[in-house]
């Protein structure tokens, strides 16, 4: 309220005490705010003993040409620029404007990070849907392939056979055959083809929403922060409730389905039931024997320095990839180590598979392996 006010600026309010006659007085000096008890005692008022003033007024009105600095040598100014109960108003009202837009900030950025998700969930799920569309093809392509063999094998058979007998019509009938089959199967190659240039553009924007997801992290977890302090104030101080209640939104269990607060996170924000530092690969592989996929654990790399490995069970087999340590944060690999912390890395794989980043690795960081493991 009084920044760059000159040296001499000053209000008095109810000190903090909430006991009736007790004030404070708020002086600018030296660009900063200091703040001093106004004393009170038997109906008079001062800043030391004895008290003078049969009232704050006049107390006030008497240093507008005295200084304080009789009280205190560092305070050496009178008191010049009275802030008046107008002027606070405005700056108080200023100060909720400025919260309130940092706090529509917040909705913003919550429903631009809530249509990313979606988004991104959607995708993963098409990627996903391709993936086995493109094992499916592969299939069909062997089936197809050991049929050509077969047939290329009888049909070599056959065709002499009936050269022998001048058959030139069951010859082309049996060529024909054979150039159709392999027609079919460069068809299915060629879908599959497409499929995979498909599969790698959607890959690539599907990892570009998972940058934007992380980017935006950061900022919301300020600004709920932020709005997590200044909620009980405004529902309690904002004489319009619907204003409050626009900037806020509707307060609601979802709020945390993206673990953005500690409360919702569970096992997997407890680093100690999935980081063990000094296992090795066999170790890891014998704890995670037999467990569920999904089933995890993170320990040191023992091949490389400063970065750590993450042992997962996919498939009923224990597999292993590094996460990397850079200036950026961790990850498991270039431009995606955003996360601030290991932690931060297991919650957000909790719900997003490593398949975007290992093509055999189409599983989630489900299952803490240190944690109790359900039924």
């Known amino acids: 309220m009084m920044r760059d006010t000159p040296d001499g600026t000053f209000l008095v309010r109810d000190a903090s005490s909430k006991i009736k006659g007790e004030y404070t007085l708020t002086l600018r000096i030296d660009g900063n705010n200091r703040l001093i008890r106004i004393l009170h005692r038997g109906g008079t008022y001062g800043f030391s003993e004895p ?7 006049e107390l006030i009105q008497h240093h507008h040409s005295e200084s304080l600095a009789q009280y205190n040598s560092t305070l050496e100014t009178p008191l010049l620029y009275p802030v008046s109960r107008n002027q606070q108003q405005a700056a108080e009202e200023d100060r909720v404007q400025v919260v309130g837009e940092e706090l529509r900030i917040y909705q913003r950025r919550s429903r631009e990070y809530d249509l990313l998700y979606e988004e991104f969930t959607r995708t993963s799920q098409e990627l996903q849907s391709k993936r086995t569309a493109i094992e499916a093809f592969s299939e069909i392509i062997r089936i197809f392939e050991e049929q050509c063999e077969t047939q290329e094998r009888y049909s070599k058979e056959y065709i002499d056979m009936f050269l022998t007998t001048d058959d030139n019509t ?12 392999q027609s079919r199967v460069e068809e299915v190659h060629d879908s599959r083809r497409r499929l995979e240039e498909e599969l790698r553009r959607e890959t690539l924007a599907n990892m570009e929403v998972d940058r934007k997801i992380n980017s935006l992290k950061p900022e919301l977890a300020r600004l709920r922060m932020i709005r997590d302090q200044y909620y009980l104030c405004l529902t309690q101080q904002d004489r319009r409730p619907s204003r409050t209640s626009d900037w806020l939104g509707p307060k609601t269990k979802e709020e945390d389905m993206y673990s953005l607060a500690d409360g919702a996170d569970g096992a997997h924000g407890d680093q100690r039931t999935w980081y063990v530092a000094g296992m090795t690969r066999g170790e890891a592989e014998d704890l995670l024997k037999g467990k569920r996929d999904g089933t995890f654990l993170i320990r040191d790399s023992q091949t490389q320095r400063d970065a750590f490995a993450c042992s997962v069970v996919v498939d009923g087999e224990v597999r292993h990839c590094v996460i990397y340590r850079t200036s950026a944060g961790y990850g498991f690999t ?3 180590d955003l996360h601030a912390s290991l932690r931060d890395l297991v919650l957000h794989y909790r719900h997003t ?3 975007q980043h290992n093509q055999q690795m189409n599983v989630t960081l489900a299952w803490p392996a240190l944690s109790p493991q359900p039924s």
């Open 353 to 355: 598979s490593l398949v």
């Open 170 to 181: 069951e010859t082309e009938r049996i060529q024909g055959s054979s150039v159709e089959l």
């Open 51 to 57: 008290l003078a003033f049969p009232s704050v007024v």
């Open 334 to 336: 270039e431009p995606y």
